[in-house]
Every structure is written in C-alpha cells, then in structure tokens.
C-alpha cells in the first residue's frame, strides 16, 4: 500500500497531467493524432491552426509524454503515445455530453412547468 506521501505526490503528478488536457487547442491537437501520426504542416493544416502555435502545444505535449516523435528525413511525425490517452478523453467527452443532455432535460422540465 502506498504511504501517505507517495499518495499525495501521485495525486500531484496526475494534477500536472490533468493540467496538459486543459487546452483547447491541445484537445484539438490529441483528437488530430487520434487515428494515425502527422507533421506540423498536416496538423496546421487540419486545424487552421498557425503553425508556432501547433508547435509550441506539440513541445508542450512532448515533453509530458503524450506524444511521441518520428523523424524521416527532414519531416517530423508527432503520434498518441499511448492509445489510453484517447480513452481518457472519449471517456471525459462523454460524461460532458452527458451533463449537457442532462441540463437539456432539466430546461425542459423546468419550461413545461
């Protein structure tokens, strides 16, 4: 079982973590990668994105380990490193979806009254 301090020190490397998918256009990125790896150029492209901007959100998901690199020749492919990732945001997309569709109801119900 872990102690009391290695507990709090998971909790606060799952915070840093948590704090990575905070980024919208960070989300938008993970969601680009979700089926097969891409450049810079293609992940610009796809988002119309500026591409310093897909650069510095891809460093960022880099050095977190979220994405991993390929180099071939001058090209630079980003990819999920570890499809549980995606997981982890369909999972969290779908308690949103959820929390709308219930604040749908909740309006509704509150409109017929």
Not at 29 to 44: N, P, S, Y
Request: aromatic letters at 4%; one cysteine or more; hydrophobic letters at 40%.
């Amino acid at each position: 079982m872990a102690s009391p301090k290695q507990d709090t020190s998971l909790f606060e490397h799952h915070a840093e973590v948590c704090k990575i998918f905070s980024h919208p256009k960070r989300l938008r990125i993970i969601e680009a990668l979700r089926h097969k790896e891409l450049t810079v150029g293609e992940v610009v492209d796809r988002l119309s994105l500026p591409k310093a901007n897909v650069s510095q959100h891809l460093a960022v998901l880099r050095q977190k380990k979220v994405v991993l690199t390929r180099r071939d020749g001058l090209s630079i492919f980003y990819r999920i490193a570890n499809p549980k990732i995606i997981q982890a945001c369909d999972l969290m997309r779908q308690v949103l979806v959820e929390q709308l569709e219930e604040g749908v109801r909740l309006a509704k119900r509150l409109k017929a009254r």
